[in-house]
């Protein structure tokens, strides 16, 4: 797809031009022209002529409104007439007096042959000298369109171009989107298929998903699949300041779409134009954004079928927040799940985004999207990037598997930071801290598999980490996994009272994720034998319904709230138990990996697996 190039400039624009120019001319011809083609004639200070005109010195004066031109008697041994020389007057009604009073001839200047003529141009030129700086800032104010455009639409309009075309064979991992979306191509290319049985084209599909997993390129797919022009443009680009404007944009840019119908209209992050009215209206409102999404709904229940095929796709990553009038029939009658892929979307994505880079023999796409979870497919893309830019920087040629796995690392703990020295006490404590953490993971039921434990400091506040990456993709955790994995985070800090006695600082991530997890368990899963299976999350309310802002238990009562809080505490503690029972178990197993860990600073691969190995479970500690 490429970019449609901009109309060429209107007459009126081109007339504003010549105008402009007709009168620089003017005025140039104005100052230098008389000084260019006039007579040159010395001119004198007013005083000078003044000291001439009492010694008798001059023979002739000719008074003008903006000149006085006079001449000099001729010297007494010359045939030559006396020199001509020019002063600008000054205002004196002495000086006819004077001149009289010593002589000299002296009359005043006849006018101009042209006064007419220079009295017209005072009387046209001016006007054409505003009209011609009216247009020019006209042309500037907003664009290639101008000033007074400023009610049209901003959308871009991308036009089939086999060398830039982007088809469903360019996205990968949303298989179940693009089979929704094949049907929006055959309603497209063919329509009459589906009208003449009575069927009725969609108006609207909506693509609802999380930041990066493709939601614009599966728009433009749809695009290069029909071959039918693509008009894409930002829901924040409708709202102006000037009231009015944002409804005259949607208006222009479905009369845009109806001429070159049949076409796409995508419109990214609809959430700028189209959240709920009631919401809105409660905060203050904004009467602007409202009558531009009024505008929106009376247009996509305008346009007809048929030969006038318009289909508005747009994308949201926050459809909660939408007006319950966008998302009913007849508007957005699909609601499309472009969700973070799986293995297999993941491995798909890899092999795409992989096919511009060259991979090393030991590049193992599969494993590369086992160990990343959760990632989208914008995030993949960054991760091939990167190491890519990593095999770069060490003069390779080749991307290698060591580049995707220091990647990773990069994107989900952040850069090393390797001026950041740690002394001896800090890096014994971080080396126990993270051993702490990877024991209590090798035996807890649900957690992920260990594959490296660093001591190397990374991101803005991570001195250390154990990097722990999933075998599988999982949907379900039981309740024992979900005090495996607290136990796990807790074990740093079990780690630092068992083996110094103390705790420090380093530990406050692990408690605030540990209670979030704990509290989730509580409130939103129901695994509490003293609350019941009961959901006391309420989700994200307004900040004036309640008591205490965004407080997820405001809602419920003092006594539930008390009972809530000493659950968690109860959860927490339980598993911070388990984890001190499983690191006692294994002490000396826990000295031995701290002590090889401050000496290489990196443990990983194989020979972390066959230390972990060792790791003897508690029968208490797996006790719920």
């Known amino acids: 797809m490429a970019i449609k ?41 007013y005083s000078l002529f003044i000291h001439q005109v009492q010694d008798q010195e001059i ?74 700086i009216w247009q020019f800032f006209i042309n500037r104010g907003n664009g290639p369109q101008g000033a007074l455009s400023i009610g049209r639409s901003k959308a871009k309009v991308y036009v089939e171009n086999e060398s830039e075309k982007v088809t469903f064979a360019d996205v990968a991992g949303v298989e179940e989107a693009k089979t929704e979306l094949v049907e929006i191509v055959d309603f497209l290319q063919n329509p009459q298929r589906f009208t003449q049985i ?65 076409c796409i209209i995508f419109i990214d992050e609809l959430d700028a134009i189209g959240k709920s009215r009631a919401t809105s209206g409660f905060y203050g409102g904004n009467d602007e954004r409202e009558q531009t999404l009024n505008q929106l709904l009376t247009e996509m229940d305008g346009f007809a079928a048929g030969d006038k095929t318009v289909i508005v796709l747009a994308a949201t990553n926050r459809p909660e927040t939408l007006d319950p009038a966008l998302l009913r029939p007849g508007r957005f009658d699909r609601q499309v799940l472009v969700d973070r892929p799986d293995l297999n979307g993941r491995l798909a994505i890899l092999e795409v985004h992989a096919k511009g880079v060259k991979l090393g023999n030991d590049v193992d796409l599969k494993a590369i999207a086992t160990r990343t979870p959760g990632f989208a497919g914008a995030d993949l893309a960054n991760l091939v990037n990167e190491a890519a830019l990593l095999a770069a920087r060490n003069q390779r040629t080749l991307v290698a598997q060591a580049d995707f796995s220091e990647a990773i ?18 890096k014994k404590i971080v080396a ?19 594959e490296k ?58 408690l605030q994720r540990a209670t979030d997890l704990a509290e989730r368990m509580v409130t939103t899963y129901g695994m509490s034998k003293v609350l019941g299976p009961l959901a006391y999350q309420q989700g994200q309310q307004n900040m004036f319904l309640g008591n205490e802002g965004n407080n997820p238990r405001r809602l419920v ?46 443990i990983e691969g194989e020979t972390l697996h066959q230390l972990l190995a060792q790791v003897q479970p508690v029968n208490s500690a797996v006790a719920v």
């Open 453 to 510: 434990i660093s001591i190397v400091p990374r991101g803005m506040a991570a001195l250390g980490y154990t990097l722990q990456l999933p075998t599988e993709d999982r949907f379900l955790l039981s309740e024992a996994e979900l005090h495996g994995q607290i136990a796990t985070l807790l074990g740093g800090r079990s780690a630092e009272e068992i083996i110094f006695g103390s705790i420090t600082t380093g530990a406050s991530n692990d």
């Open 198 to 262: 009575g069927a009725r084209i969609p108006r609207g599909v909506l693509l609802v998903g999380p930041p990066g997993t493709g939601k614009t390129l599966l728009a433009k797919a749809v695009a290069g699949e029909a071959g039918v022009p693509f008009f894409s443009i930002s829901g924040s680009e409708f709202v102006e300041l000037f009231v009015g404007v944002g409804s005259s944009r949607v208006r222009d840019l479905f009369e845009q779409a109806k001429k070159q119908a049949p």
């Open 432 to 450: 126990y801290h993270e051993v702490g953490h990877a024991l209590v993971g090798a035996v807890m039921p649900g957690a992920n598999k260990v």
């Open 5 to 45: 190039d901009q109309p060429q400039p209107p007459r009126s624009r081109q007339i504003g031009n010549i105008l402009l120019l007709v009168s620089s001319l003017f005025l140039l011809a104005n100052i230098f022209l008389p000084n260019l083609f006039g007579p040159s004639v010395p001119r004198v200070p």
């Open 557 to 602: 009562s003092p006594q539930t709230a008390e009972a809530i809080d000493q659950e968690v505490k109860g959860i927490v503690e339980s598993a911070h138990q388990q984890a001190l029972d499983i690191l006692k178990h294994n002490r000396e197993l826990l000295e031995t990996i701290a002590l090889q860990l401050l000496e290489t600073e990196v």
């Open 59 to 132: 023979s002739m004066v000719s008074v003008g409104q903006n000149e006085i031109r006079y001449q000099l008697k001729p010297e007494a041994d010359s045939d030559k007439p006396g020199q001509v020389l020019a002063t600008t007057p000054i205002f004196d009604l002495e000086l006819p007096k004077l001149l009289e009073a010593n002589g000299i001839e002296f009359a005043a200047a006849p006018p101009p042959k042209n006064g007419w003529f220079t009295s017209l141009l005072g009387w046209v030129i001016p006007p054409l000298i505003f009209v011609a």
């Open 409 to 426: 690392e990069r994107v989900v703990a952040g850069l090393e930071k390797k001026s950041r020295v740690l002394n001896e006490k800090e």
